[in-house]
């Protein structure tokens, strides 16, 4: 494990929102600060991300910006916040509070500014603005080699700016000999006796439930007594979707066979429930989530889009289709439920894969020996 040399570091999010990238914002304080770097996390106060980094006893400062550019009250409350820290480095969370950051650092020229992306971005920023803008960060993490090259190509950043760094996930809580599956389905209200195929994430058009639920027409016939889940909430403020999928159900003929459930924190214990995960987005900047599915030795099939490609390898350690493919889909689960011994092979190497390149202390060593180069 690499330490810091006793740097003072801040973590700017100004999101009101609360799902992965914040939960990721809470991870990076909490393991920055357990390398000897002193952290203040600044986000706005009262919101989800507020209350759960104090509820975590995290150092917190609160700063709500008033407007999406330009706010130069901000800038300046971030300023002192900055000095009265003693902050050597901010790194930022989100690209749109980048400029907040960089008018504040005017008042405090020494301080380094990192900016870690988490989402894949095609919009073309290579105008003025946003070039002086960008020529005012030291370091900017991406998480895959597809984004650094997105980076490269819509943006003025040298190269030797960006850093590819991997999100990575806890193996030792991620860990399949942990836990006793029979134990936790029967805590989750599970069969003990059937096969279950589960996805786990936002209810969203997007994330491909829909393509999923009409996949198991092709796959329910002759797998009947499998039970498929789809765990999830819908996106706070857009409803309607869940209730159009449970029609959807119905209309498939579905109603025996697909159970929904809420959104659940302990995914180490979901995980362990399940037999085979299933991530039909449309597109995932990285895929956190794969990541502990194969932590847990789980089969995954995924499709081949975004940063999904850079975690799974089609054919060694988890199965790749077409985006908006239901056949391909319901075909690639097909053979893993046909074949025990494949599943099996498929979700050791797929530990293996998680261990040797997406371990959190790994992924953490490395960020934290490109901050301290600064």
């Excluded at 995290?58 to 300023?79: N, Q």
């Excluded at 943006?155 to 029979?182: C, I, N, W």
């Excluded at 302990?266 to 995980?271: A, L, T």
Aim: some cysteine; charged content about 25%; proline content about 5%.
């Amino acid at each position: 494990m690499v330490f810091f040399r006793n740097r003072k570091l801040a973590i700017v999010c100004f999101s009101t929102a609360f799902g992965g990238l914040e939960l990721s914002t809470l991870r990076l304080a909490q393991e920055l600060s357990a390398r000897d770097a002193t952290t203040v996390l600044v986000v706005p106060p009262e919101t989800p991300l507020a209350l759960e980094a104090v509820r975590r006893g995290l150092k917190v400062a609160f700063l709500k910006p008033r407007m999406k550019y330009g706010d130069l009250f901000a800038s300046w409350e971030l300023a002192r916040i900055l000095s009265a820290h003693a902050v050597e480095i901010a790194i930022v969370m989100q690209s749109k509070d980048i400029n907040v950051v960089v008018a504040a650092k005017l008042a405090n020229p020494s301080v380094k500014i990192v900016y870690y992306q988490q989402m894949q971005s095609t919009i073309d920023k290579r105008d003025a603005i946003h070039t002086w803008m960008y020529s005012k960060l030291s370091l900017w993490i991406s998480l895959t080699n597809r984004m650094k090259m997105e980076v490269l190509e819509h943006t003025r950043v040298p190269e030797h700016m960006v850093k590819v760094v991997p999100l990575g996930r806890d193996t030792a809580l991620f860990d399949p000999r942990r836990y006793d599956q029979s134990l936790v389905r029967s805590r989750l209200g599970l069969p003990l006796d059937r096969t279950i195929v589960a996805m786990l994430g936002r209810l969203d058009p997007q994330k491909g439930q829909e393509e999923f639920l009409r996949s198991l027409s092709h796959v329910s016939n002759r797998h009947p007594g499998v039970l498929y889940l789809i765990a999830g909430d819908e996106t706070r403020g857009e409803r309607g979707y869940r209730q159009y999928l449970g029609q959807l159900v119905e209309q498939l003929g579905l109603g025996e066979s697909v159970r929904f459930l809420p959104f659940t924190d302990d995914v180490p214990e979901f995980m362990a429930a399940i037999d085979l995960f299933v991530l039909p987005s449309y597109s995932e900047t990285y895929g956190l989530v794969l990541i502990e599915a194969m932590a847990m030795e789980k089969p995954v099939v995924a499709t081949s889009a975004g940063g999904v490609p850079e975690i799974v390898e089609n054919g060694r350690d988890g199965l790749l289709i077409p985006p908006r493919d239901e056949k391909s889909l319901a075909d690639a689960i097909n053979l893993l439920l046909d074949d025990p011994s494949l599943r099996t092979s498929l979700s050791r190497r797929a530990r293996q894969e998680v261990l040797h390149r997406f371990d959190s202390n790994r992924c953490v060593d490395q960020l934290v020996y490109s901050l301290d180069a600064l």
